[in-house]
């Protein structure tokens, strides 16, 4: 299922393909979030022929609220309802339960709580999250694990960190009693934990590696600790888990983290920060970051990223982008949305392709501070 | 500049062609709003390559407020400031003074009024609407005008439309002694107004044919008005104004009032109604109208409208889109945006397509319950 292509010499960064039922990804690759079954403000056409996205993400959570597992089922799964017909990957609903739900009680059983749009009560145990993910139908499926937040006491931490090992067997062993609803093999990935506590990080590594499934993640980082510790974990774990299979860092992260945890081993990202940044008007662009509100824009002419895949990019200017922020005009958001997904897409291609031709660890150097600066 | 390819022989229709400086328009056409200098929530390219759009409209208005006629002039115009190539239609700003400003004063120099972004105080004139119309660059600009509101006392509509006549002198005054600031020959379109008084609209009639310039229009109506109303004034104008130019009626309307008004001799629309209702998740569809947020469309997996010229509304179904809407996705009244301008520009080409076949209104006859009736 997962082939690497190439291993950079100087950096533990891998180059790579992921075969899945709806195609083949090239690794490292970054998937856009599109939580309701939509990446915001952006149309399917585009995402693939202006961003160049590969797969995308959807939300469990979400998605099981709103337009609920009946429509799902009754449209055939996630795909045909959306129309997208490229690899998808849902999360595990977890993340979303412990941030969004008005309340939630965490047991042994699984986590009973509250929807934050009607207050209505659900359960979600790791039984039937595997369910809702077989109904839902993405190519790749994620173990019901709970993120700890940050920063989180070690007892706390190692508590819940056993709770994901048990609650990921109850999910396997699910997940190998059921099958694909729709004619396809999906696959589920296990997910470490352990806060920012090396040895607990190091415990649940050989745990997750130890249940053998074809793709390994990484939780509970990018929850507000500081870069260093992000990345020590992300090493630490890395080192652990196989490498022979792909390597997904949830929730991760700025360019600069994309970067710095390539060339740690990881093969997969996801992130709302392109598009929630993008809706913010913080634009991610081959000449570094630009706040698009800032006065200095007002007249500057230029188009917003003349190296970017987004042809609206190419063809608009900053001072017409700058005028749809101010004026509030949704325009602004599509076209801001579309240039920071074509920034992360074409940064992991450019990653890919330079640790292809074996000058990665040089090239990241020397294109760090851009991504990292603001224009 | 206006050459009629044909007149039907049961009604006044006519199909024809508009030679403007940015390309031709085939009439009869509809405008798609871009008050902002955007079509809200539709990309440019959409625009052309989707819904088919010939000319859009730009509000003066909101132009001169945001971003501000230094901004629009340093670009070269509103054409390159939103990088829209095609023929352009701004109005002169009365309509939107009189209806969004918090407060306005007019006087026989002109209207003083507060904006209604920062309470900030202005002055429109003939003269220097025209000055900002020549800033903005559109192909067709308007003459300054008071639109009366409905209903309105006799008096005040007959002073009303002396004091637009009047501005009008004064507007053609001023484009005639100053030229396009971009290197092409915009046009400037007189208003008839007068209430719903016959008489008044007569006289209105009257005089702006007396004017010859090369496009009239029809303003003052589709404020409220009964249809019936509305159609007796547009069918005593049309009969007065010059048949061998085209006539724009501003500001209407459903798709049974421009098929109406096309049959009296109308050549150009405009109206916020197709992208509005879009955003409300209101659909124009070959079936009929689709309110979307209904229960009934829960679990229909159906295209939006298999005829529409728009792709997201072949590819998508009813269900998607309801979900979209339902969970407050932008993806929603993106998509509803560009199935409903498709649906009023396949109308405005239907249209003319049976008027050049001499087949008009027999189609028009059997397309009215249609376009009318809720699915």
Redesign the interface.
């Known amino acids: 299922m997962f082939t690497i292509q190439e291993t950079d010499h100087k950096t533990s960064a891998r180059a790579g393909k992921i075969r899945l039922p709806h195609g083949e990804v090239e690794t490292p690759i970054f998937m856009p979030v599109g939580t309701?079954?939509?990446v915001?403000?952006?149309?399917?056409?585009?995402l693939t022929e202006q961003v160049g996205a590969q797969i995308i993400l959807g939300n469990t959570y979400?998605l099981y609220l709103?337009?609920g597992m009946?429509?799902i089922q009754?449209?055939g799964g996630l795909h045909?309802?959306?129309?997208w017909s490229k690899p998808m990957l849902t999360d595990s609903g977890g993340y979303q339960v412990y941030s969004l739900s008005q309340q939630r009680k965490i047991k042994e059983e699984g986590v009973k709580f509250r929807s934050h749009i009607d207050g209505s009560i659900h359960v979600f145990t790791p039984e039937n999250v595997m369910d809702i993910q077989r109904t839902i139908g993405a190519d790749i499926i994620m173990a019901f694990d709970e993120c700890t937040p940050w920063p989180c006491e070690e007892g706390y931490a190692r508590r819940s960190m056993h709770l994901t090992h048990r609650w990921l067997d109850r999910c396997i062993e699910r997940f190998k009693s059921t099958e694909g609803l729709y004619g396809y093999e999906q696959v589920l990935a296990p997910i470490v934990q352990g806060s920012t506590y090396p040895h607990l990080r190091k415990q649940s590594a050989e745990f997750i590696a130890s249940r053998e499934m074809p793709i390994n993640a990484i939780g509970g980082l990018s929850v507000g600790e500081p870069h260093e510790d992000m990345y020590a974990m992300t090493k630490l774990v890395c080192d652990i888990l196989p490498k022979e299979k792909p390597r997904y860092l949830m929730g991760v992260g700025t360019p600069a983290n994309i970067l710095e945890c390539i060339s740690l081993g990881i093969d997969m990202f996801d992130c709302v920060m392109p598009t929630r940044n993008a809706r913010h008007g913080l634009l991610y662009t081959s000449r570094g970051i630009v706040h698009i509100r800032n006065e200095k824009w007002?007249?500057c002419?230029e188009p917003i990223d003349p190296a970017s895949t987004a042809?609206?990019s190419r063809?608009?200017?900053l001072?017409?982008l700058?005028?749809?922020f101010?004026?509030g005009?949704?325009?602004g958001?599509?076209?801001a949305s579309l240039q920071n997904l074509s920034f992360y897409l074409s940064l992991v291609r450019d990653a890919r392709q330079h640790i292809l031709e074996g000058t990665f660890a040089a090239w990241k150097e020397d294109i760090l501070p851009m991504v990292s600066s603001k224009v």
Chains 1, 2 share one sequence.
């Open positions: 309701m079954g939509t915001k403000a952006v149309h399917h056409r585009d979400h709103r337009p009946e429509v009754d449209a045909p309802f959306i129309n007002k007249t002419f042809e609206t063809h608009h200017t001072a017409y700058r005028h749809l101010i004026a005009e949704p325009l958001a599509m076209i």
